[in-house]
């Protein structure tokens, strides 16, 4: 049920980007035809002595094209194959924050250690940001960043879920080993899952300079993020209802199936990105005109910057802690079924697809981005809310709690991205390095956040003798209702602050879902 859900919004997107690429590649071809009889026209008019002012005039027509192109909407298959660059990286994601913390403990390792293993992972993470976008801002190469980390993600992942492969290779299964082991592996895998996404983000700038395209590539971004949760969930639903899980090595056969058919998944939309997608062709006419790289400072002087940083690292605190306890809370707390595990996860993330969709048919302004992000928040603040107070004997409602998180998280993370965008405008040669500073701090501060909640696990109360109607204010509620509220809410306050310019923009000339 759930892959066919992926399957349709994958087929959505994609059916909803062809008639408006072929119009605008009609309406360009028509452009360069009149240019072209302009040009000899001008040619025939003009004697030899007037050579020269003839291709002054072509230049000028040529860089009045160029930048007419770049600034016109964007055709749907571009969306579309920039949309699916990041499957692999979602997917393993949500794997990530959904199933580690949960598997680590399943197999015998204390909650202290697991959260060693996931602070190890984010701290590469997030050192790797920091690197990979400045490097890609002195050098370029979008691509061959994205497929670098995307071959050192498929290769790493594995090791990940797939058990300990230094206790094999030493023939022990001590916890230290186990938990150096898995903490190795973490971090070369959140290496190149930073070098992935960098380079894909901070292609969003260079690849157009039409503000409305830059909300539109994030959106369906956002969108086939969606769709990877959505795959996964409905890989790991089926795994867990076939797939025994009574020892510590059932359980590794288990997540070992999920991140096999992850990585395949994966794989196989960033090889269609990877023919689909070209070089963008500002960072290469940037390096080509010897522009100036663009300087730290420059951006820590901004105010601007620091509140789109701080809106972006709440926003990620938002959906990453809450992905990270999601399991816990269901399972502990309001005792649901094992396949609850999968099922409430898939709820959000179909809302989260749907809502992403809908959102690009919007012409976005500054201000409609603050009102969008503002709206999400406070939805974010009545699910806490709900999610403090939901006793077990009224656990069902977790599903219908389940679809506003699902639309507050689209809400907040598409709008969330959009500012960066604003934020960059046209300074091209500094757009890797907004978007890795950024992921760097959210790294760092979900790595640090996630440690210290996960630190406290073990200390929670036992739930499974209380009364059906006893709401028990463990770790649990805590972490996944009263942490991403807060930050919501924070989120919220710094939005209403934002003095964000509103950009030129030029409306996409056909609806991606008409």
């Known amino acids: 049920m759930f892959l066919g859900y992926a399957i349709f919004g994958v087929c959505t997107v994609y059916c909803a980007t062809i008639n408006l690429e072929q119009d605008v590649l009609s309406i360009t071809t028509c452009v360069r035809l009149q240019d072209v009889n302009l040009l000899l026209e001008l040619e025939v008019s003009h004697s030899s002595k007037h050579r020269q002012n003839f291709y002054s005039s072509m230049t ?138 960098v380079s894909h983000m901070s292609m969003v700038n260079c690849i157009t300079l039409n503000s409305t395209s830059r909300v539109v590539l994030a959106s369906c971004r956002n969108a086939f993020t969606m769709v990877a949760n959505l795959s996964l969930y409905a890989v790991a639903f089926v795994v867990f209802n076939i797939v025994g899980a009574g020892t510590p090595a059932a359980v590794e056969n288990q997540y070992r199936w999920i991140a096999y058919i992850s990585i395949f998944i994966g794989s196989c939309f960033v090889v269609v990105f990877a023919i689909g997608t070209r070089e963008p062709r500002l960072k290469l006419e940037a390096h080509v005109k010897g522009y100036v790289r663009i300087s730290w400072m420059y951006w820590f002087k901004k105010i601007l910057y620091h509140q789109v940083a701080l809106v972006y690292v709440l926003t990620r605190l938002v959906t990453n802690v809450s992905q990270a306890f999601l399991a816990f809370y269901v399972i502990n707390d309001l005792q649901m079924s094992l396949s609850s595990k999968a099922l409430v996860p898939a709820i959000i993330f179909v809302c989260s697809f749907v809502v992403s969709i809908l959102l690009q048919e919007i012409k976005w302004t500054s201000q409609r981005l603050k009102g969008i992000y503002t709206a999400g928040g406070l939805l974010w603040v009545l699910c806490g809310i709900g999610i403090l107070l939901l006793p077990r004997n009224m656990n069902a409602y977790m599903y219908i709690l389940s679809i506003f998180i699902g639309i507050a998280n689209a809400l907040i993370m598409v709008t969330g991205v959009g500012m960066q965008s604003v934020l960059v405008g046209r300074d091209l040669n500094g757009c890797a390095f907004v978007y890795g500073s950024l992921s760097f701090m959210d790294k760092m501060i979900c790595g640090v956040a996630l440690f210290i909640l996960e630190s406290y696990q073990r200390s929670t109360p036992e739930l499974h003798n209380c009364s059906p109607s006893y709401h028990s204010f463990s770790l649990n509620r805590y972490a996944l209702g009263l942490v991403p509220a807060v930050c919501a809410l924070l989120g919220v306050i710094v939005t209403c602050s934002m003095n964000l310019q509103t950009p030129i923009l030029v409306p996409l000339e056909e609806p991606l879902l008409g």
């Open 60 to 197: 000028m027509i040529n860089h009045s094209e160029d930048d007419e192109s770049l600034t016109k909407p964007l055709g749907r298959c571009s969306v579309f194959y920039y949309g699916i660059g990041h499957m692999l990286n979602d997917i393993t994601s949500a794997c990530w924050f959904t199933y580690l913390l949960v598997f680590l403990t399943d197999i015998g390792l204390s909650p202290s250690d697991a959260a060693v293993v996931m602070l190890s992972g984010q701290v590469a993470d997030g050192l790797t940001t920091i690197f990979a976008g400045e490097l890609i801002d002195r050098f370029g190469h979008f691509k061959v960043w994205h497929i670098a980390g995307s071959l050192l993600v498929a290769v790493s992942f594995s090791s990940v879920f797939g058990g300990c492969l230094p206790c094999k290779l030493i023939g022990s299964d001590s916890a230290m080993l186990q938990t150096i082991g898995y903490s190795v592996f973490a971090a070369i895998f959140n290496v190149g899952w930073a070098a992935t996404q």
